[in-house]
């Protein structure tokens, strides 16, 4: 029950100053579990199916949370086109919001690309549904959900 009371406040709070919410952690402000948003794009890291952790050496606030990166480079990358590689909802479950389940915190170690945009996952099943099934569709759901709350 703490989870949810916790991520129910976060999410207004958030979305009283205007911004979207981001996945991040429960004792502070580290999105998607402090993994490098940038570097799930490098063609090694996707063919590995490897999640790479950042540093807090190599912090960017954006949108009310840290993102950690691994090196300088991916921090200037993602500071100069965030849109380009924060994940998909910002990281909070995509199958949790196909499933309109609400806004599920993930930490970065589950996710998948779909067509060109990251998608993070709270558990390998949910990442399976969507591999397994109608990928598209479970997008429409999930786009509809994350915009009603978004926009409120």
Same mark, same amino acid.
């Given at each position: 029950? %703490?989870?949810?009371?916790?991520?129910?406040?976060?999410?207004?709070?958030?979305? =009283?100053?205007?911004? +979207?919410p981001v996945s991040k952690s429960y004792w502070g402000d580290k999105?998607? #579990? #402090? /993994?490098?948003?940038?570097?799930?794009? $490098?063609?090694? @890291? $996707? =063919? !590995? /199916?490897?999640? *790479?952790?950042?540093n807090k050496r190599f912090l960017v606030q954006y949108q009310a +949370?840290?993102?950690?990166?691994?090196? =300088? !480079?991916?921090?200037?990358? %993602?500071?100069?086109?965030?849109?380009?590689?924060?994940?998909?909802?910002?990281? %909070?479950?995509? @199958?949790?919001?196909?499933? @309109?389940?609400? *806004?599920?915190?993930?930490? #970065?170690?589950?996710?998948?690309? %779909?067509?060109?945009?990251?998608?993070l996952f709270y558990a390998q099943r949910g990442r399976q549904r969507?591999?397994?099934?109608?990928? =598209?569709?479970?997008?429409?759901?999930?786009?509809?959900?994350?915009?009603?709350?978004?926009?409120?």
């Amino acid at each position: 029950m %703490f989870r949810y009371i916790t991520l129910t406040t976060l999410v207004l709070c958030t979305l =009283q100053i205007g911004a +979207a919410p981001v996945s991040k952690s429960y004792w502070g402000d580290k999105a998607i #579990g #402090g /993994h490098d948003s940038v570097a799930y794009h $490098q063609p090694a @890291n $996707q =063919q !590995e /199916h490897k999640a *790479l952790k950042g540093n807090k050496r190599f912090l960017v606030q954006y949108q009310a +949370a840290n993102w950690y990166f691994a090196s =300088q !480079e991916s921090a200037d990358k %993602f500071k100069s086109d965030p849109d380009k590689y924060k994940p998909t909802y910002n990281g %909070f479950c995509a @199958n949790a919001l196909s499933l @309109n389940e609400g *806004l599920v915190a993930t930490d #970065g170690q589950v996710w998948e690309f %779909f067509g060109d945009e990251l998608f993070l996952f709270y558990a390998q099943r949910g990442r399976q549904r969507w591999l397994k099934g109608e990928w =598209q569709e479970y997008r429409k759901v999930a786009d509809s959900a994350w915009t009603s709350i978004v926009d409120g």
